[in-house]
């Protein structure tokens, strides 16, 4: 880890904050892994753990932080049903 890396990681710049981090569609690792989608980014299309980061690190935008929140209530709604 460089030291900028190491900067990012304490300031809670991480791969899953990223606005270029995809979550792995395979059900067992997508709460954990994902992968990077910059094409400038030395870690482009590595499968990467969550709280990793590089330093071409961009936050989310709103349109991605919110789909997110959708995606946690749609999450959380079904739990709430299935334990029911």
């Known amino acids: 880890m460089t030291e900028k890396e190491r900067e990012l990681y304490e300031e809670g710049k991480q791969c899953l904050h990223c606005r270029y981090y995809r979550k792995l569609p395979i059900e067992e690792l997508k ?7 910059n094409l400038d980014s030395p870690k482009w299309y590595q499968v990467l753990f969550e709280h990793c980061t590089c330093e071409k690190w961009e936050g ?7 789909q997110e929140e959708r995606e946690i209530e749609e ?9 029911e």
């Open 60 to 66: 989310k935008t709103d349109e991605q932080l919110e």
């Open 75 to 83: 999450i959380l709604g079904k739990e709430s049903h299935d334990s």
């Open 31 to 37: 709460y954990d892994f994902g992968y990077c989608t």
